[in-house]
């Protein structure tokens, strides 16, 4: 089974868990299985040199029953439908655990936005925002950032479909897409939101036990957005990053990372590569390390049963989508690791995304203290409703999730019916 067909197959199979669970009709799940709307666009950009080069789009459109489609963008050389397909679904279960009125939406150009000039990236997101037409909208279809993609690929995207909308109505379209700089209609705290939504998953879980963060220990797998914002986050905590791995390779200090030069080093360089502090080590043996908290902030699919029977942590917190396959969860389990699914731990970004697209809609800017103050109270009230679930059905956190996501689904379905 190829890598995408297992991500996919790992997905459904915690649906079907859950499913099960909640007693979930045949016909909804039948919905659920698959993408509305599946998008796959070609199309032709100039390069510097003068040649044209034809890159492949992607738009799946998974499930708006609850409200518009919602989902990350992702410029990534490994972009596949089926992956798509998979990260969709999830969006429509993360929105649905935070009561957040959007369904699951994702997609990507397949590119490595590395190799990439400035202008040469502008003109792919432009040129895919217009191959992607009228399948978007502020009430239709919202895209986000994800992997390779940021701030100033929404604003370019944004600008482009205001400028293809009529002219009566251009400034209206601000909010077809979140994450923008806040200069251009984003809102304070949407860059740390995923990171800082982690974290709240951390601190809920450790005082639950009654536990201290000061002088704890972490591991991040990905530096990027979620994972230099989270480990700069539990920084203030007393939480010391003590190994870091990315695409380039990975590192280990026993001392721990200052985590404010990692990320401007990451920033600047776009990796850890060639890093003063910490020492190389292997793949195997940053996973391997002992430490409190592992938080892979990577892509999906990193954390195997080999993996799962070395990793030395208490509390592992999906910071991205799917890191964790189906197979070690349940070694993890049986090991008393604790595990924080993805739809509840990296949540924090779409649910500030909800909060951009709303002060557009009302023409606001809300406070930084505003955001902070309500992205807390929406982490920590999914979180006690997991644990409850969790607890009372005796099962895994994953589990109570997607069960909390599919009643809420369920319950709609129940009430709207199918029309005609």
């Known amino acids: 089974m190829s890598e995408e067909s297992v991500f996919l197959a790992n997905v459904h199979e915690q649906m079907d868990r859950a499913a099960r ?11 659920l299985a698959e993408p509305k709307n599946e998008l796959i666009v070609h199309f032709p950009v100039r390069m510097d040199d003068g040649s044209f080069r034809l890159f492949k789009g992607y738009r799946i459109q998974h499930n708006n029953l609850l409200g518009p489609y919602k ?34 939406a994702k997609g990507g150009v397949k590119c490595d936005p590395r190799e990439l ?54 400034n209206s379209q601000q909010r077809v897409v979140t994450g923008k ?3 251009c209609g984003g809102t304070w705290g949407r860059a740390k939101a995923t990171g800082q939504g982690v974290v709240h998953c951390i601190t809920e879980w450790a ?15 990905g530096y990027g957005k979620v994972g230099s914002h989270a480990a700069l986050i539990l920084s203030k905590l007393g939480v ?62 990193q954390i195997g049963e080999a993996e799962a029977r070395t990793i030395d942590v208490k509390l592992i917190v999906e910071g991205a989508n799917g890191p964790v396959m189906t197979s070690a969860e349940a070694i993890l389990q049986e090991r008393g690791i604790d595990v924080v699914p993805d739809i509840l731990a990296n949540a924090g970004g779409v649910t500030v995304s909800y909060y951009e697209w709303v002060q557009n809609g009302r023409q606001e800017r809300w406070e930084p203290e505003k955001v902070d103050y309500r ?18 059905a005796g099962c895994s956190m994953r589990d109570a999730a997607h069960a909390l996501s599919l009643e809420r689904l369920m319950s709609v379905y129940d009430q709207r019916l199918i029309f005609p």
């Open 240 to 301: 010391s990053v003590v190994g870091v791995g990315d695409h380039s390779g990975y590192r280990l200090n026993p001392e721990g990372f200052n985590a404010h030069r990692l990320a401007d080093y990451v920033k600047q360089h776009g990796s850890i590569e060639g890093y003063a502090s910490g020492e190389l080590c292997s793949r195997d043996d940053f996973f391997g390390h002992s430490a409190d908290i592992l938080i892979p902030a990577a892509l999906q699919n």
């Open 71 to 104: 989902g990350g963008l992702r410029f990534h050389p490994e972009t596949r439908l089926d992956d798509l397909k998979a990260l969709a679904m999830q969006m429509t279960l993360k929105c649905a655990l935070m009561e957040i009125p959007f369904g699951g």
């Open 117 to 170: 000039s400035d202008a040469e990236l502008m003109r792919v997101t432009r040129r895919f925002t217009h191959a992607l037409g009228g399948n978007i909208g502020p009430e239709y279809d919202i895209p986000a950032p994800d992997v390779g993609t940021d701030a100033r690929t929404m604003v370019w995207l944004m600008d482009t479909y205001m400028n293809t909308v009529g002219h009566a109505q251009k």
């Open 181 to 183: 700089t806040v200069e």
């Open 207 to 221: 005082r639950a036990r009654n536990l201290s963060l000061e002088g704890k220990t972490a591991l991040i797998q």
């Open 21 to 31: 669970l909640v007693g979930l009709p045949p016909h909804i799940a039948g919905i």
């Open 375 to 392: 992205l807390d109270r929406a982490m920590t009230r999914a979180y006690g409703r997991v644990v409850e679930r969790a607890r009372d």
